[in-house]
């Protein structure tokens, strides 16, 4: 462990993999009590659940798909009985579905919506309550630079991220009273399972758009949640870590 542990419950979206598996080991090994959400991937929220507590933290891997207000009841029903409140929100877990407006069909626009969006509405809702009780909470959401500048084919994935955007900032001014702060960051070009399915081409171009030029790391995203959840003077923000690729 790198610090002592706080009495802080982190609930992170979509933990089990690329940047939300960062996030939960990052937290993790500065002393929270992470719950690791994930969908499918058990084996790979097993995983960092037992680095974080193999370092002597505390860490927990719960199922359910956030895109569904019943699955996140259950959820939260779960982390309630066993664990206590979520002070910290970490809206991270996302999809695309890719294609020009054009082929886009209804399925794909709304998988992207419900998953990416939806999704904060629920656990929000659910998490909310307690934070402006305690008065104290922490709201990441994981938003991304398409949702600031677009992106061919992603129309909506770019309206889900913007979306996000807004969400923070409205909700961010109705609970700055109440010790609670609510923020986004927005990620550029990450090397996760996400970016890597992106063909070679295509990724090559990206990069060599991008003023470090390279990809992003996980963790780099996960020093800025840190940050963020440190801060009581930051809010309704987004914080762009995009190695410069949108200024
Ligand atoms: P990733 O490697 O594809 O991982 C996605 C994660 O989300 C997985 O843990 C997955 O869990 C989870 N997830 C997906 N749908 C879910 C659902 N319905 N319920 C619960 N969990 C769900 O993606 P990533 O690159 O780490 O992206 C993480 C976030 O950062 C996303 O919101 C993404 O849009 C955003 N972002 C990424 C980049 C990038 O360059 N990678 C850039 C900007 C923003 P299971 O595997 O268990 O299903």
């Not at 097993?46 to 860490?59: L, R, S, T, Y």
């Not at 794909?108 to 919506?113: D, L, M, P, R, S």
């Not at 419900?114 to 656990?123: A, E, I, K, Q, R």
């Not at 807004?166 to 700055?176: N, Q, R, V, Y």
Request: charged share 15%; aromatic share 6%.
């Amino acid at each position: 462990m790198t610090s002592e542990k706080t009495n802080r419950n982190v609930l992170v979206t979509g933990g089990s993999r690329g940047i939300g598996a960062a996030i939960s080991l990052e937290l993790g090994l500065a002393g929270y009590f992470v719950i690791v959400n994930y969908n499918h991937s058990i084996s790979e929220a097993e995983n960092i659940v037992k680095q974080i507590i193999d370092n002597g933290g505390q860490a927990v891997a719960l199922q359910a798909n956030i895109s569904k207000a019943d699955e996140t009841e259950r959820l939260f029903n779960e982390i309630n009985a066993s664990i206590g409140t979520v002070d910290v929100l970490i809206n991270n877990a996302g999809i695309t579905r890719d294609k020009s407006f054009k082929k886009m069909n209804l399925e794909e626009w709304e998988a992207v919506i419900d998953t990416n969006l939806s999704s904060v509405f629920n656990t929000t809702k659910l998490a909310l309550p307690a934070m402006l009780d305690q008065k104290y909470g922490r709201i990441i959401n994981i938003s991304s630079v398409i949702g600031q500048s677009g992106g061919f084919g992603q129309t909506n994935y770019a309206a889900a991220k913007a979306g996000l955007i807004g969400f923070s900032k409205s909700l961010a001014l109705e609970t700055a009273k109440s010790g609670i702060t609510v923020n986004t960051i927005c990620p550029g070009f990450i090397g996760t399972d996400m970016v890597n399915a992106m063909p070679e081409e295509v990724l090559n171009s990206i990069i060599s758009k991008i003023p470090v030029n390279r990809l992003g790391l996980p963790s780099d995203i996960a020093k800025g949640v840190k940050f963020l959840i440190e801060s009581s003077y930051m809010t309704g923000q987004s914080l762009n870590i995009n190695g410069g690729l949108y200024m």
